[in-house]
C-alpha cells in the first residue's frame, strides 16, 4: 500500500501541490530505507514547509532535531 501512495502522491508533489509534497515527503522520510530516498523525503517537506504546510512545519521540527 505505501508503495501504490507513493506512486499516486509522485507526480502531483512534482507538479507543485503542497499536500502531495507533505505526505510523500512523510512517507519517503519516515519508511524509505536508503539515505537517497529519505534527502528527497526532506526536501519534499521544505517544499511544503515553505509553501506553510502545517504537517510539514511539524515534521522537519521533528526530523532535524
Given at each position: 500500500i505505501k508503495h501504490f501512495a507513493g506512486r499516486l502522491l509522485k507526480q502531483p508533489a512534482r507538479d507543485g501541490v503542497v499536500a502531495a509534497q507533505?505526505?510523500?515527503?512523510?512517507?519517503?522520510?519516515?519508511?524509505?530505507?536508503?539515505?537517497r530516498d529519505r534527502r528527497i523525503g526532506h526536501d519534499l517537506l521544505r517544499?511544503?514547509?515553505?509553501?506553510?504546510d502545517r504537517r510539514a512545519q511539524r515534521e522537519l521540527g521533528q526530523v532535524e532535531d
Open positions: 507533505s505526505r510523500l515527503g512523510q512517507l519517503m522520510c519516515r519508511e524509505c530505507d536508503n539515505a517544499l511544503a514547509a515553505r509553501a506553510g
